[in-house]
Each structure stands twice: as structure tokens, then as C-alpha cells.
């Protein structure tokens, strides 16, 4: 038997996949159920999951598909009245369910990330609309770009860099570098002999090097989006 809660937001999701095919977000389902924070919500979600009720489609922020509806409570006082045999035969109801649109995915948006001079990393988070297409496989957050660093490399400012989450990266790959725990950049990730080295892609800029202990990659350049206004 589910809470007053849970059954509240399964009846909110299963209503909005009804009417327009994708889910709510966490924000709308929090104030749908008028909830102080959004980890109620990702609670009450674990719970339908743990019951059958929904189950959350990989790689999909926005992807929830309602696996069946629990009873009406009018259903439930009909069944009351019938031969509690006939009431124990009887499957929960399954109902077919609109698949989600799975062509837009949201992201985590974290703030500013310079394509130039380090900033400060993370200033802000919210999230970020992306056509799941430019994703593939693993965790993914975006930044917005700052400086003309990368341009080189077809990165302007204003472009929000799609990153896949990893702590590793190649020679030659573009990386989220951190640099001392407080500052990040957008550059080309290479190793010269002791050091770590730091690439633009703009001749007007120098490369900036630093030992590997100054320096933690937050993962790697997955795709661009661009708006154009």
C-alpha cells in the first residue's frame, strides 16, 4: 500500500506522460506535492521504484515510466464487497503507458568555466536542456564557457562544453581541469615530463603548466551546444 505521497506523485507523473509523453521535473514534482526539497522527491521516487510502480530510464534525467497505478481507493471499496477469493485472484491493474520523449535530456548546469584565465569552478548549478544525442554512456554536467582560449578548437564564449564525468584523461584530450581545488579551465590535457601541461587552442595564449598534485581532472569535453540569439 503506498503513502499519501507516493500515491500523490505517481498519479502527477502518470497524469503529465499522459498528456504530453515526458515526465515532470524534480522541481515541478516538488511543488506539485508541495515539498520543501527536491530529496523528498528522489525518496518517494526510490520508493515507487522499490514497489514496481516506476523505474527510471538510464541516461535519461527526465525519464520516468509508470510500470502500473495503484488501485483507485473507489476500486478498493468495490473489491471490499466481493468474495475474498475472487478479490485475492486479482492482478493489480497494468495499464500501457506512453513511452517517454527521450530526445531531450537535462543536465546539471554548473556555472562559468574559463576558456582563458582559471575562474572559480562550480559557481552556480542549476540544469540544462541537451539533445541526447550529443551524450553517450556515463554522467554528464555542462559549463558555460568564458574566454577565447579554445577557439582554435571551435570553443566560444558563450558555448556550453557537455562533459562527461572521469578522473583520467589522455594526451590530447580537452579536459576539465582543476587546478589547487578552486579554480577550472577548458584545455587540452597533456603530460611533459614531470609536469602537467595545460593547452590552449589560440596562439595568442600560453600553455600553463603545473606539478600533477596542483592538478585533478573533472572530465572531459563530450559535445557543444550553442545558441544562437
Partial sequence: MLTRKQHELICFINDRLSESGVSPSFEEMKEALDLKSKSGVHRLISA???RQFIRRLPNRARALEVLRMPERPEVRKR???????????MPANVRAMPQPANDVVEIPLHGRIAAGVPIEAFE???MLAVPAA????GEHYALEVAG???????ILDGDYALIKRQEIARDGEIVVALIDDSEATLKYFRREGAMVRLD?????YDP?????????VQGKLAGLLRRYD
Fill in 48 to 50: 515507487l521504484e522499490e
Fill in 79 to 89: 473489491a471490499a464487497s466481493t468474495a475474498s477469493s475472487i478479490a485475492a485472484a
Fill in 124 to 126: 552556480d548549478s542549476s
Fill in 134 to 137: 550529443l551524450l553517450g554512456g
Fill in 148 to 154: 577565447d582560449s579554445m577557439v582554435e578548437a571551435g
Fill in 200 to 204: 590552449p587552442a589560440n596562439r595568442s
Fill in 208 to 216: 600553463q603548466r603545473y606539478r600533477p598534485a596542483q592538478v585533478r
